[in-house]
């Protein structure tokens, strides 16, 4: 049986707010994400859920337990190891697309690849290939601001999923938009995520969207808990 894509064991997160004060905003998480599985992670602002997509991303450090990509521990990994499996397991979209203004949707698309290292052309013709799925082929020679804000966001998971992620993690994907285009966006999201088989932890205030995916998970007090 293949390992699970993400495992989080135990993660505790610990701030300190002035010269003592101390706020644990993640007491103990557990998550098992499987390939193929789609997670609403809700939760009130504040409550820790970008803290805990970063712990899960490689992008902060938990105070105690383990992380696992692929089964693999991370714990004893250098921030070199770490970025290399970021780049190459975890796609991340946010709820503001953080595009490059100065290049095009496809080239959006197409620099992650180059970045690790994915000759151009192959990775020119994977973002084309993206845009396609998404319904923006006729708009991939486009830079960001002839796109509209939904589009925008589309090209952004087009270029989560560039270099082929095992793991996508999106935080308020669609917070940012006006509820008809969010229904859009999310149902494209959906549909490619599923097309390729990720394991997914989405963040969202949106109940409705929450409701379409395979399983909801509340953060509350610092643990998980089905919502």
């Given amino acids: 049986m293949a390992d699970p894509v993400l495992s989080l064991d135990g993660i505790t997160r610990i701030y300190n707010r002035g010269s003592v ?4 905003v993640l007491q103990g998480v557990d998550l098992t994400l499987n390939g193929g599985e789609i997670v609403a992670l809700e939760a009130p602002s504040g409550a820790g859920k970008s803290t805990l997509l970063h712990i899960a991303g490689l992008l ?8 696992r990509i692929g089964g693999r521990d991370v714990a004893g990994m250098g921030d070199r190891a770490r970025t290399g499996l970021r780049r190459a397991e975890i796609g991340f979209v946010y709820q503001f697309h953080h595009l490059l203004p100065e290049f095009t949707a496809l080239e959006n698309v197409a620099l992650p690849q180059m970045a690790a290292g994915i000759a151009g052309r192959s990775a020119r013709a994977r973002a084309a290939e993206l845009l396609d ?4 082929a006729a708009r991939a ?7 509209s ?11 989560a999923l560039a270099n082929r992620p095992r793991l996508l993690l999106a935080d308020e994907p669609t917070g940012n938009l006006d509820p008809g285009t969010a229904d859009q966006v999310f149902a494209v999201m959906l549909g490619l995520a599923r097309d390729e088989g990720l394991a997914a932890l989405v963040a969202t205030h949106n109940p409705d969207l929450a409701a379409r995916m395979d399983r909801r998970l509340r953060l509350q ?4 808990v089905p919502a």
């Fill in 21 to 24: 004060a101390e706020v644990a």
């Fill in 60 to 67: 902060d450090r938990p105070d105690g337990g383990a992380v």
């Fill in 133 to 136: 799925r998404v319904g923006l």
């Fill in 141 to 147: 020679d486009h830079r960001p601001a002839a796109l």
């Fill in 149 to 159: 804000g939904g589009e925008q966001q589309r090209v952004a998971f087009c270029r």
């Fill in 221 to 224: 007090a610092g643990v998980l």
